[in-house]
Structures are given as structure tokens and as C-alpha cells.
């Protein structure tokens, strides 16, 4: 019974050692998003931080700021959505696809 444990144990931690490992690596992966035919993008990395915004001169409309607004939000938020596939994806593999609340 012990010895089981013990094994156990192991296990769980060598999971937990993966995991921080691939935390880690996920937070240099990016993820990027486009709108408005690209005039905005915006890049995300795997701990979900916004790292580059670029808007192409032509979307910016002094009279149209609205516009604009909504070009950055369709992208970030696209952007983000991706991040979060590309975490929930890498991470169903190292758990074999368990659902592990708060993990990432």
C-alpha cells in the first residue's frame, strides 16, 4: 500500500514539473489576430498578456474613432480566444484531457 503511494506520489509530482515547464514555454508562444482586412492586429501569448498591437495608418479616422475601437476589440479578443485554445489544447495533452480547474 505504501509503495503505491509513493508512486503516486512521484507521478503527481512529475506532472506538476511538466506543467510548470509548460506554462512556461506557453508564455513565449503567440498567438495572433486580424481585423478590419488586417488594418489591426493584435498578439497575444500563452499567459493571455496582449505583447504587440499594430494599427495600420489607414484605420485611423479622426472623424470614425469608433470604429477603431472596435477594429483593436475584435482583434485582441480574437487573439485572446486563440490563446486560450492553444493553452486548453497543450494542456489536455500533458493531463490526457482531464479537466483541471485553475492549472492555467
Not at 506520489?9 to 509548460?22: F, I, N, Y
Request: negative net charge.
Amino acid at each position: 500500500m505504501m509503495g503505491n503511494m509513493n508512486k503516486m506520489l512521484k507521478q503527481v509530482q512529475k506532472m506538476q514539473a511538466e506543467m510548470m515547464r509548460l506554462q512556461e514555454e506557453l508564455g513565449n508562444r503567440t498567438v495572433e489576430a486580424t481585423a478590419g482586412g488586417g488594418a489591426v492586429k493584435a498578439v497575444v501569448n500563452g499567459k493571455q498578456e496582449l505583447v504587440a498591437l499594430e494599427i495600420k495608418p489607414e484605420a485611423v479616422d479622426p472623424e470614425d474613432v469608433e470604429m477603431l475601437a472596435d477594429l483593436i476589440l475584435t482583434a485582441v479578443n480574437s487573439a485572446l480566444n486563440q490563446s486560450r485554445e492553444m493553452v486548453t489544447r497543450e494542456m489536455g495533452k500533458l493531463t490526457g484531457g482531464l479537466n483541471l480547474p485553475g492549472l492555467f
